[in-house]
Structures are given as C-alpha cells and as structure tokens.
C-alpha cells in the first residue's frame, strides 16, 4: 500500500515512531468459558469471569497493553441463562469508537459454530436508550438476536472472542472480513460514486472551518460531498462500499474506509497543530482493508489544539493542501487565498467566546496539561477516563 503525508518534518517523525511496530494478526482466538459470569458492575465496570469467579484476562477491553477496571460484585443470587452467548463488548454511544473497540469481536460470526448464538453487549454506562446502529451493525453481520445486558448474568457457555482491532498497535485479517461481510450485506447506493468526500460542516459541534472552502476544491475534482450524520447508516456504507477514493478531515466518518474494498485510497485532512491526532489510527484501518493512505496538514489554526478538543480549529490552503492538490492534478485556482475572511473572523469569534469561557489560552493550556499529568498516577484505563472526565468538568473544560 502507498502512503503519502504532506505536512512538516516533526509530524511525519511523529507519524513513524506511531505507526513503526503496528502489525496485522493472521489469527485470533475464541476462548470458551462454561458456566461464565458476564458482569455489568455499572459505572464503567464490566467484563466475563469463570464459575470461580476468576477474571478470564480475554475479557478484558484494551487500548493497547492497558485494559479497563476489573469490577467487584456480588457473588450470590446472581441469575442463570441455560444458553450459549458470544461476549462483543460493552454499549459506547460514540459510532467511532463503536466500529473499532467494541465491534472488534464480533467476528465470531463470520463461523458457522457461533452463527445462531445470542450477542452480548454489556450497558454498563447505562446508555438509554441503546443506540439503533449498534444494533444494526451486529444485525449486518447476521446476529439473530442481541442481548444488551443490563445485570450481572451467568450463562450455559460465554464464548469471548480475542480482540480483533487494539488502537494503535494491531488490527486483524478477520476484523477487516468483518467489516466486507456487512458491506456484501448491504445494498449499493443507487448511484456509484468513485470519489467521496465525506464533511463535518453539517456538525453542531466541533465544526471545522473552512473546510466548505476546501471541499469546493474537492467537489469541483469529482468528488461527490456527503454528510454521513444526514443519511441512514445503510446509505452511508452502501455509498462508501464502493467508491475508490475516500476524502475528508480527520474524524469518525473516515473511519468508514472500513467498508471500502482493497486497492482504494483514503485521504485524511489533519484539522489540528498538535502533533498528536488519529492519523495513526486511520493508517492501521487503511492497512486493515488494504487501501493506500494521504495524509495532509491543512491546519492554519492560531491556538494549538488537540484532536479532540473542543477548541474551535481552522483548516485553509496552506502550503501543504496546496501541495496536495498539485501532486495529484487538481484544477483549482492557485490565486485563492489560504482562507475565507468570513471563516477565519467565524474562527476568532467562537476562539474569543471560547477563552472567555475556560479562562484564556495560557490557562486552557495549563489545565490541561495537569489533567494529563495528573491521570497517569490513576491506575487503569477506564478509572483514568473517568477522573480526566471528571476533572474536564470541573475545570470547566467541558
């Protein structure tokens, strides 16, 4: 697969030492737990034990070597199933997250042994209600029934599938077969699109601007714009499945590459300064389906932030998207402006409203990087989720 990044010198050293040691599994494990104890303790714990109330470690949801806090309950009056379940993974109401860390399971039923077993999902957030893609996802796979757990369950056999995908070390051949198994489930779109550019400017928050003013460049290139958050989940895979090139700023929606076929290109904007963002990510789901990558830096905002940061960002024609767009032939006008005047005095509004807010540039910076710094000392990965969380709170960061 190619891959091309088009940005500073420090980002592409950044984007190496991230993405040097990520590696695709040939083979995952299904382990069997007879009798196994699925445990919804609520307040992000969860996970399966045996019928010695022991931790099975498969269970256990990582983001890379660190895994979520192993619950305590109650041992006695606990309910009893008499079926076979597959444990996927808990109810997380963000699709991103969704399609990666708690669908990294669900091959299971690509094989015929699992095929007519029941699916858990363990609601220890309490979502309410459930999400309607959740289901239909698992619904693509051809799940007959899922059971989304509201109370520690006992069951006949807990099957546990080996995590498939672990951002953003690993990916899998059989979390890749997953997501083609759904697209073939799903129906094309009525018309084929090669190009697709998918855009955040519909989005009530964390809108990136400028980016109707890149996009145009885009949609004046073939690409064909669409706003996944306005189409049925169906629509937007059956328009994804098979376009060739995928476009857009960095974000969920690309992660619907997922669905493409092997050969294509995903074309990943960066919208933010901060070296970190999800590129490394999107280059592990990229490699997972066997499509080339790009990677452009267009981000010309004046205050640093985060990927996911609610920080207004601002993306333009800089050097980079200029680059970009030279390379690859793109008919545009070269005398245009890095940006619009009316984003980039948007851009300063909401920036001013914003350190108003949360106390300045200086200080938004500050709390941050105590909220960072801090976490470290809180043991496991779902504990520390919930003390940054809180602490954004707090700090009126959020």
């Known amino acids: 697969m190619k891959l091309d990044i088009f940005g500073r010198q420090v980002w592409k050293r950044w984007f190496v030492r991230h993405t040097c040691k990520q590696y695709i599994k040939q083979d995952v494990k299904i382990f069997q737990i007879t ?3 699925i445990v919804n303790e609520h307040k992000h714990s969860f996970g399966v034990f045996d019928n010695n109330f022991k931790f099975v470690k498969a269970s256990s949801q990582k983001r890379k070597k660190d895994g979520q806090f192993i619950p305590k309950f109650n041992h006695k009056n606990i309910p009893y199933i008499d079926e076979d379940v597959i444990f996927v993974g808990n109810v997380y109401p963000q699709f991103g997250h969704f399609l990666l860390e708690h669908m990294n399971r669900a091959y299971a039923l690509l094989y015929k042994k699992y095929k007519n077993m029941k699916v858990v999902l363990i609601n220890n957030k309490d979502v309410n209600p459930v999400p309607n893609y959740m289901i ?7 799940a007959k029934d899922v059971l989304i757990l509201n109370e520690t369950t006992q069951f006949k056999n807990v099957y546990i599938p080996e995590q498939g995908f672990n951002i953003p070390i690993y990916s899998s051949n059989d979390f890749g077969k997953t997501y083609a198994a759904m697209a073939d489930n799903v129906p094309s779109s009525e018309e084929i699109y090669d190009k697709v550019y998918v855009s955040r400017s519909a989005m009530n928050e964390r809108k990136t601007f400028g ?24 629509a937007q895979i059956g328009i994804i499945k098979n ?21 294509g290109t995903v074309i990943q904007i960066k919208r933010n300064r901060i070296l970190k963002d999800n590129s490394d990510t999107q280059y592990l789901i ?10 452009v830096d267009a981000s010309i905002e004046k205050q640093k932030t985060d990927h996911g940061a609610f920080t207004p ?39 001013q409203q914003y350190n108003e807010m949360h106390g300045g540039n200086i200080s938004v910076w500050i709390k941050r990087k105590f909220i960072h710094l801090s976490a470290c000392f809180i043991p496991g990965r779902e504990n520390r989720g919930n003390y940054r969380r809180w602490l954004k709170r707090k700090l009126k960061l959020i």
């Open 35 to 37: 009798r196994g104890i």
């Open 136 to 142: 239909e996802l698992l619904k693509m796979l051809g």
């Open 211 to 234: 980016e109707e003013f890149v996009q145009e460049i885009f949609k004046n290139n073939g690409y064909k714009i669409i706003w996944p958050e306005q189409l049925p989940l169906t």
């Open 243 to 263: 376009c060739k090139c995928l476009a857009g700023c960095a974000g969920t929606a690309l992660h619907l590459a997922l669905f493409m076929k092997p050969g």
């Open 286 to 295: 990229n490699n997972t389906v066997g499509l080339n990558s790009v990677f």
């Open 313 to 351: 960002q601002i993306i333009g024609l800089n050097k980079y998207m200029r680059l970009f767009f030279d390379k690859n032939n793109f008919i545009y006008d070269k005398t245009l402006p890095v940006f619009r005047q009316v984003d980039m005095d948007n851009y300063d509004n909401l920036l």
